[in-house]
């Protein structure tokens, strides 16, 4: 992709910021929600083939988690990354970073081929001996691992269209791949038009061929629309100092969310022995995403405006975005609570849960105790990604550590010994308030040695780099 005109000022530096933070969020946050419907339709259509095969596409999503982390943990990397270039006026690196993140997304692609070919049977033993969810699991995450091609072209191309400010396009990418999803799961799940019947390989297959869609509607994107970026693959050889530096920013997200894929595949272990408390946790995370995929969306508009600004060094705007994101974000999880507390048992009945009576006696109290975690969880998330906006996602992982390995999974196992679940889920706001104080630790920590050091004394482009490094 070439461009040989001169990049003009990008908005993220001169627009109000409330202003840029929703016309850069908002078409991420719709998009979201999408997916999110996406997930949670995947699933019912799922329950209709019966409670197994519900619990098996539950299972797997520890496994989804982390292919969902390495992409997303590489993407904000590339998106902090590339966003700091552009501020500080460094096209030449904003071009290499946007080139070797599409090799590290091809890179993800061939781990995760290894994975479906060879780790998906053990996987599924180590969670049940149940045979029908064994096989269930078999052909739905099989499908899905080697086939992650789709998912990780999505994943960048949608990360270089949001380094620039260009989120409208990825509501584009990202929604009609989870629109091609919901329309193709009935068809291939229970076989309508003459397709045949392939049950939760249908599931697999449909997920797949969304994410091949958009994946490919980026690529055309990037090229007509991201005029800030050229990316020249002739002569390419990985570039280890520019890689070094994604990583530097990404290894932290991707620890911290891989870490979320070990507290479930955890809390699967835990829970097994209590009947329908899997299916139930399953059902929560497809819930949830409903709440705090809105927040990622705002996230993912937020991070390349601090980014941006902190490589401009422009410290009122960076403190103006971080403000801003946080009341929004507290906002939409406190409307999740009220609904979560209000209609539990109407949203658990969209799983068919009326065939399973224990499904409802235990899934009922588990999301109203889970959901109080919510009161917190909003400013902890966001925080979360402003250490990675200001390359300080260490910050972040030590959190998510301590959230999820040292308090959650702990606490939900001695409260296990009980023999009551209900104690179970107590864990989660235990863990919330964990994750406040010490999110809140920090955040005073890089604002007192980064944010409130910026511009001091530091005038033109390089104020950003001048400041981080004086820290």
């Not at 030449?92 to 993140?101: I, M, P, S, Y």
């Not at 005029?227 to 890689?243: A, H, M």
Request: glycine share 10%; proline share 3%.
């Amino acid at each position: 992709m070439n461009n040989s005109q001169t990049p003009r000022e990008n908005k993220m530096g001169v627009m109000p910021v409330n202003k840029l933070l929703i016309s850069m969020s908002l078409p991420m946050m719709i998009s979201m929600l999408v997916q999110a419907l996406y997930n949670i339709v995947d699933s019912i259509f799922v329950s209709r083939i019966d409670e197994n095969a519900l619990t098996a596409v539950s299972l797997a999503f520890p496994i989804q988690s982390l292919m969902i982390a390495l992409g997303a943990g590489t993407g904000v990397g590339v998106n902090a990354l590339l966003s700091k270039s552009l501020g500080e006026k460094d096209f030449e690196k904003a071009n290499k970073t946007a080139v070797n993140g599409v090799f590290l997304a091809g890179m993800s692609f061939i781990a995760f081929l290894l994975i479906g070919l060879f780790a998906v049977k053990p996987f599924y033993m180590s969670q049940t001996d149940e045979a029908q969810i064994l096989e269930y699991g078999k052909q739905y995450l099989t499908i899905v691992c080697c086939c992650s091609f789709g998912l990780y072209t999505q994943f960048i191309f949608e990360r270089l269209l949001q380094s620039t400010g260009k989120t409208v396009y990825t509501m584009i990418t990202q929604g009609l791949g989870a629109i091609i999803n919901i329309i193709l799961d009935p068809i291939f799940i229970f076989g309508y038009f003459g397709v045949p019947r392939m049950g939760v390989a249908g599931a697999a297959i449909a997920t797949v061929i969304g994410q091949v869609i958009a994946g490919i509607v980026g690529i055309i994107v990037n090229q007509k629309k991201n005029t800030e970026i050229r990316l020249e693959f002739k002569g390419f050889r990985p570039d280890k100092k520019i890689i070094g530096q994604i990583y530097q920013v990404g290894i932290p997200s991707i620890i911290m969310q891989a870490i979320g894929s070990l507290m479930t595949y955890g809390m699967n272990l835990i829970l097994e022995a209590f009947g329908a408390a899997q299916t139930v946790f399953g059902i929560y995370f497809k819930l949830q995403s409903f709440i705090f995929m809105p927040i990622f969306g705002l996230n993912n508009g937020m991070v390349p405006i601090i980014a941006y600004n902190f490589g401009a060094g422009s410290r009122e705007r960076v403190t103006a975005t971080i403000k801003s994101s946080i009341r929004y974000a507290v906002c939409i999880m406190l409307a999740g609570l009220v609904v979560m507390q209000l209609l539990p048992g109407q949203l658990i009945g969209l799983f068919d849960a009326e065939a399973s009576s224990g499904l409802l006696e235990i899934g009922i109290p588990a999301l109203r105790i889970i959901s109080l975690s919510f009161c917190f969880a909003g400013y902890c998330i966001v925080v979360g990604s402003v250490f990675q906006a200001l390359g300080n996602g260490v910050y972040s992982m030590i959190t998510s550590i301590a959230r999820q390995l040292c308090v959650l999974l702990p606490v939900a196992w001695l409260f296990s010994l009980t023999g009551n679940v209900n104690r179970i889920w107590w864990a989660f706001p235990i863990a919330e308030l964990a994750s406040l104080a010490l999110s809140t630790f920090f955040l005073v920590r890089i604002h007192r040695n980064i944010i409130s050091r910026m511009g001091e004394d530091v005038p033109g482009k390089k104020a950003g780099k001048r400041v981080a490094e004086r820290a």
